[in-house]
């Protein structure tokens, strides 16, 4: 079945910079566009960026574009968030997740579970 | 940008009631909307795609409707595990974009 283990969230200061990753297993991971979304504390969810099947075409949110970048390392399996400049409002469960499409971009269809994000001097 | 609305934000239900959540958005997403569940401190999960093609796994009692700007989830004879947030996300474009959630309590 499909798995999908973030990690790499802790605390960090404003300004500074954070990597999440993403484990995947249990489907073709190259065959599939993957996304980030989050959810800061008590409030609602809120997608942040994709990254199609190859790795060729990122899209962003507003709020991150500019600061985090999405990747990815068909060959291991792994899905990396990049977040610089980093906000007390980006403080936020972060969880990657599997599209639906087969080698398109399409909907979010599987959630992992997530990695908090704190950012606070 | 596309907003999204839903309504209402909470809804207290009974177990056996029938349940409607309503999602609208700001321009024609033409049925590229999703409805997922998510029960605290869980990720959230797929329900509804397209506007109204339930995931594999869902009970039926979920269903999904609507067109243009105007989209709808259901829930026949709600059951103790459909208490939950539920959020309406359009997909309509490389945007993707959450209503603001609705609580369904007891």
């Known amino acids: 079945q499909v798995l999908l283990v973030a990690s790499g969230g802790g605390v960090v200061q404003p300004e500074k910079s954070l990597r999440l990753s993403c484990s995947a297993s249990g489907f073709t991971f190259k065959s599939y566009a993957m996304h980030w979304l989050r959810q800061a504390p008590g409030k609602g969810l809120e997608w942040v960026a994709v990254?199609?099947?190859?790795?060729?075409?990122?899209y962003y949110s507003d709020s991150v574009r500019g600061r985090f970048t999405i990747s990815r390392d068909n060959s291991k399996n792994a899905l990396f968030l990049q977040m610089s400049s980093l906000r007390p409002e980006d403080t936020a469960v972060y969880f990657c997740?599997?599209?639906?499409?087969?080698?398109?971009?399409?909907?979010?269809?599987?959630w992992g579970q997530g990695t908090l994000v704190t950012v606070s001097s | 940008d596309i907003q999204m609305t839903q309504s209402p934000s909470t809804l207290s239900a009974s177990v056996g009631d029938r349940v409607t959540i309503t999602c609208r958005a700001s321009?024609?997403?033409?049925?590229?909307l999703a409805w997922y569940q998510q029960k605290p401190g869980k990720a959230p999960k797929l329900l509804i795609y397209?506007?109204?093609t339930l995931e594999r796994g869902v009970p039926s009692r979920f269903s999904g409707g609507g067109s243009g700007t105007e989209y709808s989830l259901s829930i026949n004879s709600l059951q103790a595990d459909d208490f939950a947030t539920y959020y309406c996300?359009?997909?309509?474009?490389?945007?993707?974009?959450f209503g603001p959630g609705t609580k369904v309590d007891i």
């Open positions: 997740a599997k599209d639906r499409a087969f080698y398109d971009i399409g909907f979010v269809a599987y």
């Open positions: 990254i199609s099947s190859e790795g060729a075409t990122e």
């Open positions: 321009q024609n997403i033409n049925s590229w």
């Open positions: 397209e506007a109204s």
């Open positions: 996300q359009q997909y309509n474009g490389y945007s993707f974009i």
